[in-house]
């Protein structure tokens, strides 16, 4: 069983918005720092976001800021995206990611998974 279900993503005009979502099966998120990444065609995963615990906060790529905002819902066990103002460089694969140890480990790079199979994100006109 993966640790997380992605999902949200779809099809989206430049300047739209979306929400994505990862909700985690038969473990908790409560204790632990969750990231999302990106995967474009061609290109190397991309750490967008993620949110720690306690004091750690929230963290985002210079490229999102300011457009994607994160939070988490722990009785939900579930992580979102809210992604406005969205460009054509925002397509790909949206996963999730989670580590015990604060944001600025799991944004250097995707941590041991296996992973969930992510949601797909396409900006189009």
């Known amino acids: 069983q993966l640790p997380f279900v992605e999902s949200g993503g779809g099809l989206e005009q430049p300047g739209g918005s979306l929400r994505v979502s990862c909700a985690a099966s038969?473990?908790?998120?409560?204790?632990?720092?969750v990231g999302w990444y990106r995967k474009a065609p061609g290109k190397h995963n991309e750490a967008v976001s993620c949110i720690g615990t306690g004091t750690d906060g929230v963290h985002y790529a210079d490229s999102v800021k300011g457009r994607f905002s994160i939070s988490r819902d722990n009785a939900k066990n579930t992580v979102y995206l809210q992604m406005n103002s969205l460009k054509l460089e925002d397509t790909g694969v949206y996963f999730c990611?989670?580590?015990?140890?604060?944001?600025?480990?799991?944004?250097?790079?995707?941590?041991?998974?296996?992973w969930g199979q992510g949601t797909q994100v396409t900006v189009s006109s």
């Open positions: 038969g473990w908790t998120i409560e204790y632990y720092s």
């Open positions: 990611v989670a580590d015990g140890r604060p944001c600025n480990y799991i944004l250097s790079g995707v941590p041991p998974g296996p």
